[in-house]
């Protein structure tokens, strides 16, 4: 019976050896394979802390394991030994994930400068953004700059308005600028693999370069409020001039004024 | 329900037991409509009938029902969902097992296993609900579960499948909405309590935002539009991510919840004068003896009540149909004049005219009308906070004008809307009769311009292309 608890713990680490490779390789729970190409970086990045924690779990857990093996293949009388206060044993666990960690901070760094230092983003997000992306508790509000206007932080006069959703063109860098009108929310699209927070005050250029047209969904990453879960929204990519129409399309109804010629004669 | 003259209503409700609640109606999840405080201002023979005989309560769930049990009231416009067909070739002799079924030309018959059930609407069988056992559409023959009572005729009137459509708006509004806009739809679900504006009472017919003229009610399109884009600066938020056909069912159940309570409503108007419990205290107060104003009471409830209560339906079913018409959607009779400087300066004389009483000399939404006390509407007091209430007795503050928000949209017909037929249910009133068209427009232009004035009245510099119709006036 005492080694129940050695198999016990030694068990784990194999369903969660199974689990580690399974769940990338075969895209358990995750939201499908990564958008875009930073996504894929992201998600690589994923992949490696996984595998390092991965490694730390089963480490661990078979370390565990065995010093309950041993203890109980050990007879009564053996007295038990005290590694507590052992100088060398806490100088490895602290310099060694010190050095895991030090290593991924380093690894990562062209990624996260790409995704999050505006002189590292790509050339074509540097005209400016395509719209604002506004949190709201509970919704996202969208505003587009007048078609062949740029767009401002302040609101102009010709800007165009929608609600939970974005149309952007696909197959190149587009920017937008994430901002919350109220409390912190976070811009979460799971199958781009973004993820960032809309924090108030702040205005947060996000980049993506989506090559497949389609929806991809957006929600919002961060406890807001009792109604975080409404925070849904999509983000539609499609080709240049389906966004051209689409502008078109969303100018014309917004200066809708409901004046049909014929209703006039009748008059 | 008392027979007779309540029979013609009676026999055109159709329930619609909601097949989630089928088996557990006593579960933990089962819920319930209120009734209104107005009701509950009746005496209690009023409010639950007397001597058999149907009061409010009686009369609102007989064509409503409750939550899990549905009924479907044909005479309102609202798409229960089914489909109809006629009974064919008379099914002989009594306990009827199997009926052919005919459809009009253009309705396809229904395939398979959407036809589970048959409603008889109208004939000897009207008011019965049959299972189907089998269903073979290319005849249109439905073997029944078990005989019917009633013996069908030809020509009768049934439903299949009935229901679907607003059976499935209560399951999404329940996800939805019913934590803002409550189970009832009169405004005091659980986390209303926490907003402001509060949400939606439906229950008085009455919808703000709307696309119609002053008179009419909400449109199908208007409750959509609202649904799709929410109410920017409240809490309402956009269900755009919704599916059409989610949409157009949680459409019909707030239509429905709103009739519900209106018609509530238009029977409590009738008996109050009589039967509230403070009138009833005056008469007796003045000599009538109670027995003698319950007499009156069963005796109105007999003979007319059934009457009052159909034409309470019919009402409702003219002024919710109409709204759905073209007469009466806005239609303005000139389209907007160009956003250019002059435009402005005329709607803002204008503005300074009518509107600054209530939205101030710089649009914030502070005139000197916000800061009266207002008459109660139906008491000899007045209010005890100051500002200009709604139809629910809520304050509702002039919009401030300078933000650029507007709650029922932003396009120029919404603005126009808003001000040539007012905002239902609140005092910003309707301007059809004091401008014209023209008029508006001006003002249109120039509320638009209020949020990139740099001062009050002074125009902002540069014009942006907003309009279409004047590519001209870009500076
Ligand atoms: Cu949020």
Known sequence: ?267 | MSLTSGRFSWLTVVAISASLAAGCSKSGLESSFVYSAKTDSLIPEAQSGIKGQAGVKKMVDDRFGNPQHLKAWSKLPIDFGGVTASVGETPSGKAVKEILLQFEEGITSPSGDAVSSVQFVGGAAAGETAAVLSWDAESGKATLVSALTGSPAQGDQVVIGGGEVIRNGRVLYQRHCSHCHGTSGDGAGPTAEYLNPRPRDYRHGVFKFTSTNSSSKASREDLSRILKYGIPGTYMPSFLLLKDDELYAIVEYVRFLAMRGEFERKLVTELSVDYSKASVADQTASGTKRSEIIEALTAFLTEDFSDVANSAGDELAEAWSTADTEEALVAPTVGRVADSPESRRRGRELYLSKCADCHGVSGEGNGPQTTIFEKLPDADALYPEAGLHDEWGNVTKPRNLTQGIYRGGRRPIDLFCRMNEGIKGTKMPAFKTVFSNEDVWHIVNYVLSIPFEAEPGVSPGSIAPATPVAPAAAE
């Open chain 1, 1 to 267: 019976m005492k080694k129940f608890w050695a198999i016990f713990f030694w068990f784990w680490p194999v369903v969660a050896l199974v689990l580690c490779v399974m769940a990338p390789s075969q895209g358990w729970w995750f939201p499908g394979p990564p958008g875009t190409q930073m996504g894929e970086r992201i998600q690589g990045l994923f992949e490696l802390i996984l595998g390092i924690v991965t490694v730390t779990f089963i480490g661990t857990n078979f370390a565990l394991g065995w010093v309950l093996w041993q203890a109980a293949s050990k007879g009564d009388d053996k007295k038990a030994f005290y590694s507590h206060g052992s100088h060398s044993l806490e100088l490895i666990w602290t310099i060694v994930p010190a050095f895991v960690l030090l290593f991924i901070a380093l690894y990562q760094m062209d990624v996260w400068a790409e995704y999050r230092v505006q002189s590292f983003y790509p050339e074509e997000t540097k005209q400016g953004s395509v719209a604002e992306f506004m949190a709201r508790q509970f919704e996202w509000r969208v505003r587009y700059p007048a078609i062949g206007e740029t767009l401002k932080d302040e609101a102009q006069p010709g800007d165009l308005y929608m609600v939970n959703e974005l149309h952007v063109p696909a197959g190149r860098p587009v920017k937008i600028n994430l901002r919350t009108q109220d409390v912190q929310h976070a811009f979460f699209a799971p199958q781009l693999r973004l993820k960032q927070d809309a924090v108030p005050g702040l205005i947060i250029p996000v980049w993506f370069d989506v090559p497949k047209a389609g929806n991809y969904d957006v929600t919002c990453a961060e406890l807001c409020g009792w109604g975080h879960y409404k925070m849904k929204a999509r983000i539609v990519v499609e080709s240049q001039q389906a966004v051209d129409a689409y502008m078109r399309k969303l100018q014309e109804e917004q200066t809708e004024d409901g004046f049909v010629e014929e209703a006039a004669e009748e008059e």
